[in-house]
């Protein structure tokens, strides 16, 4: 048995029937010299198995919820349940691939097997084959994702032999009774550490108290302090889900030109989406929108650990400022003050807090206010989640064929009815959007809406050059394109 991190269980207990707390990633392949068909790659899954132990662990509760849950090797393993071959109707396009994705992140995981999902999916264009993966948020974070994901990815075609060092051995599922003593066990000692941790979150609250009220500093955004979209309402459990993707040197050279971050250059693109969607919806706030902005609080020492090591800031958008340019200067700056009073707070203050939560509390609260549509009603805690993942710069396969485009996908949250997840990949940068069916009802516009924000930025770095010889077209500005 292995207990679960509060801040792994606080994933598990944030899920409702509406909100879904699992993350996927759409893999489309090439196919490789010998066909990379649903066969070649179930027998490759259960072949690396063993090299990833999330996925033959269930969860077990503790009875009464006195402790978070453990994870346990299911003794019950049954690999097709979990690897499962699908199809998508002609032409076998985007819109074809989007639409079954959304069905796929739709659908909560059984909570009574190992939480994750593999679906190979063939009838694509050009006889690709795509591989779509879902796992709980319990079980890993963006960072262990993409490290797990490692475990089917190889960097040639016809990889060598792994060897697998430690076989995979199930064990009983644990009786109330010692479940019970496990969680006693675990609890010594609670008390004084509880105590330090809420010393240590008061005397974070006090620095920050005391730096915010300079008047030098700009605070970010506050919780429950957005403005109220379309957005932003209680969600239903259906999805809707579209891609985009963009050349990384296009944001590398908006970085470079106005002196930023590559985030900040995704944060102002999706910005300036976002501001083009609302307002074509005749509903741009006067304030600006948040965004909740995940963020690795991983060292180089917990590398290949599993679970989650993240921490999150809120910060401004600047959807109200007009001018491009001037955006993406506020977003920097806002993303300096972010990161500056996470500082202070401390990596490791939402970790230790989340550790002394009471499970069943957490858990009632959450149905709760999914069942009463609280969103409805209240300001949003923040308008919109973007999490940017560094990819790998390299060519990867899955079972023999060759990945050429990767899209992630990340859980939307009640009352912030859209999550954009972006992750560089082979000098291309994808850009996965999920979103309440209901309440983002056009998500289907904004690749398009992204790609003309991107496209701004770049000509503004790039700028046009003396006029081209006479009947030579002037070159345009490259952008953010909708996947196909």
Not at 281 to 304: D, I, Y
Not at 392 to 418: D, K
Request: aromatic share 8%; charged share 20%; net charge negative.
């Amino acid at each position: 048995m292995q207990r679960l991190s509060g801040l792994d269980a606080m994933f598990f207990y944030l899920e409702t029937p509406s909100s879904h707390m699992h993350v996927a990633g759409v893999y489309v392949m090439e196919p490789g010299e010998e066909d990379t068909s649903f066969d070649s790659i179930r027998a490759m899954v259960a072949e690396r198995l063993p090299l990833a132990a999330p996925f033959r662990r269930r969860l077990v509760e503790v009875p009464f919820k006195v402790s978070h849950p453990v994870w346990i090797e299911d003794p019950d393993f049954d690999l097709d349940y979990h690897v499962r071959r699908a199809a998508v109707p002609a032409p076998g396009g985007t819109a074809e691939l989007e639409a079954f994705v959304a069905q796929v992140v739709g659908l909560p995981l059984d909570r009574s097997r190992p939480l994750w999902e593999m679906y190979v999916v063939e009838g694509l264009e050009h006889g690709r084959v795509a591989v779509v993966t879902k796992m709980h948020h319990a079980a890993i974070d963006g960072v262990s994702g993409a490290e797990i994901a490692a475990t089917w990815l190889d960097l040639e075609a016809q990889p060598p032999e792994r060897v697998i060092v430690d076989p995979w051995r199930p064990e009983p599922v644990p009786t109330d009774v010692e479940l019970f003593a496990f969680a006693m066990a675990s609890l010594v000692g609670h008390p004084l550490r509880a105590a330090r941790t809420a010393r240590r979150v008061v005397e974070s609250a006090l620095h920050v108290s005391e730096r915010n009220r300079q008047p030098s500093v700009e605070p970010p955004p506050a919780p429950f302090d957005a403005p109220k979209t379309s957005l932003n309402q209680a969600i239903t459990p259906h999805r809707r889900v579209a891609f985009a993707e963009c050349p990384l040197d296009d944001l590398k050279a908006v970085k470079n030109h106005f002196g930023c971050t590559v985030n900040d250059v995704v944060l102002a693109v999706c910005a300036g989406g976002l501001r083009r969607y609302l307002d074509a919806g005749g509903e741009l706030p006067e304030e600006p929108l948040v965004a909740l902005v995940p963020m690795s609080v991983r060292t180089e020492s917990e590398r290949g650990a599993h679970g989650n090591r993240v921490s999150a800031m809120l910060t401004s958008l600047a959807t109200e400022v007009e001018d491009p340019v001037d955006r993406l200067k506020a977003i920097a700056e806002g993303m300096r003050s972010a990161k500056e009073q996470e500082k202070l707070i401390g990596a490791a203050t939402l970790t230790d807090w989340t550790e002394f939560t009471f499970p069943a509390l957490i858990g009632r609260a959450s149905r709760l206010v999914s069942s009463m549509r609280v969103f409805d009603h209240l300001r949003p805690a923040f308008n919109v989640t973007i999490s940017n993942v560094p990819g790998p710069p390299f060519p990867l396969f899955f079972a023999g064929g060759r990945i050429v485009s990767f899209y992630p996908l990340g859980p939307v949250a009640e009352g912030a009815g859209l999550n954009i997840t972006v992750m560089s990949y082979c000098g291309t940068v994808y850009f996965g959007l999920n979103g309440c069916r209901e309440t983002v009802a056009r998500i289907g516009e904004l690749p398009g809406l992204l790609g003309d924000s991107l496209a701004e930025l770049v000509a503004l770095a790039r700028p046009r050059r003396r006029a081209a010889p006479s009947g030579s077209p002037e070159p345009a500005p490259a952008g953010l394109e909708a996947a196909g």
